[in-house]
């Protein structure tokens, strides 16, 4: 695993530099040795504050967005303004249009500083931007506007740097895979996240999953032979997904097989989990994957998934699949339930039937039978908040307090 120092990250072709990582990794003070090795550079710093290299003139913009006129001249020398940077203009206008300057709060007042920076200074003379969290005490809405700032700033040709904890910045920005650089550990460099490398890791778990599989069913043959079109729409899918953008933020990642475990976990209130993040890996098949991914990160995983036992007889590849996943990480980092989470702790049909028996006056068997399964996440979490032995069952699997000793 190579990692990269800001310098050699400086160096590459990319316009959009994004570091993530946990606090005190050293990102703000790498971003601003990066400006000061700039010539051509404008800072705006996690307080709003701006920092600007010597050589840059302030402007003033013309009203009707076509010059710039030089605040400290003498006289009105106007220079024009070329058309590809008036989209940032204007962008940055109509935002502080819409701010109200009288009750501007923290988060606001940060916002209208960028904007007033941005359009202070001639874009032709700036060639890059930093930004340093730019998202502290914006809302959903404000983050937005910021990033439509930035998505006019890379279509001009302005280099980008930000610093960010906001998974909802990346998710509206919907960076480029090979964009993000984590960093772990103060001193260390950047890790790069590339297509390349997330298809070497699901390359080698297909293959090594077609080793554990004594009879490996026909598509992950075919997969082996030609990658399947449909696994690559599924990472492409899950990189540019909130789970992803949020893990990137933690040290510690759950991944919960199906919906069941998923929503449980997250309904049982102050649960001390290992970690707070919880990823739903969409089906045990694709578990191994993520745990390959997420260890490449650098992560520390655990699982929750179900055994499928029943009756002392499993299906065979579902079976090898376990023990893949088993083979993975330690034993103390797995949480297995038998046969599978509902049967466990007990919620079967007389929950669904105490649910909806009320909607209609009978329920075929068929009719019960998909409301179980269409509903089953659901019904599993009613079936075990409503009942003290169900949970403290659950508690006890988690190796966790009782019931009693949670407060809801």
């Known amino acids: 695993m190579e990692l990269l120092q800001c310098e050699e990250i400086a160096k590459q072709n990319n316009l959009l530099n994004i570091f993530v990582g946990a606090n005190s990794t050293g990102k703000s003070y790498d971003l601003n040795k990066l400006f000061l090795q700039d010539t051509h550079a404008i800072l705006l710093d996690e307080d709003g504050y701006c920092r600007v290299n010597d050589g840059l003139k302030s402007y003033q913009i013309s009203a009707d967005n076509t010059h710039y006129i030089l605040q400290d001249s003498l006289q009105d020398e106007k220079i024009p303004i ?39 200074y001639n874009l032709a003379e700036v ?15 404000n983050i937005k506007n910021i990033n439509n700032i930035i998505k006019n700033l890379l279509a001009c040709n302005k280099k980008v740097f930000i610093v960010t ?49 004594s009879r490996p069913p026909k598509w992950v043959t075919i997969y082996i032979k030609k990658p399947a079109k449909f696994y690559k729409l599924y990472i492409d899918t899950f990189v540019h997904s909130q789970d992803f953008y949020r893990s990137l933020f933690y040290n510690e990642i759950t991944l919960a097989e199906g919906l069941t475990e998923k929503y449980i976990v997250h309904s049982i209130h102050q649960l001390e989990m290992a970690s707070n993040c919880f990823i739903f890996s969409n089906g045990k098949f694709n578990m191994p994957f993520l745990i390959n991914f997420y260890q490449y990160l650098g992560k520390k995983i655990y699982c929750i998934f179900d055994s499928d036992v029943k009756n002392n007889q499993i299906n065979g590849a579902t079976q090898q699949i376990n023990k893949y996943i088993e083979s993975l990480i330690p034993s103390n980092q797995k949480i297995v339930f038998e046969p599978n989470l509902e049967s466990e702790l007990n919620v079967d049909t007389e929950v669904v039937k105490e649910l909806f028996g009320s ?19 659901f019904i599993a979490v009613y079936g075990i908040l409503s009942n003290k032995d169900r949970m ?13 000793e949670w407060l809801f």
């Not at 909607?359 to 996440?377: A, I, N, R, V, W």
């Open 82 to 120: 070329d058309s590809q940077y008036r989209d940032v203009i204007i962008c940055c206008k109509k935002i502080k249009e819409k701010l109200n300057i009288k009750f501007l709060s923290l988060g606001a007042k940060k916002l209208l500083t960028i904007i007033d920076e941005i359009l202070s």
């Open 127 to 141: 060639t890059t931007f930093y930004f340093d969290e730019p998202e502290n005490c914006l809302d959903d809405y």
């Open 165 to 213: 904890h906001s998974p909802r910045l990346l998710e509206n920005l919907r960076p480029k895979i090979g964009n993000i650089f984590l960093k772990k550990k103060l001193f260390e460099g950047y890790l790069q996240i590339t297509e390349e490398a997330i298809l070497q890791i699901q390359q080698k778990t297909m293959l090594e999953c077609y080793q554990y599989l």
């Open 359 to 377: 909607l209609t006056t009978t329920l075929s068997y068929k009719e019960l039978k998909d409301l179980q399964h269409k509903f089953k996440p």
């Open 392 to 404: 403290n069952n659950l508690l006890q699997k988690l190796n966790r307090k009782s019931y009693e």
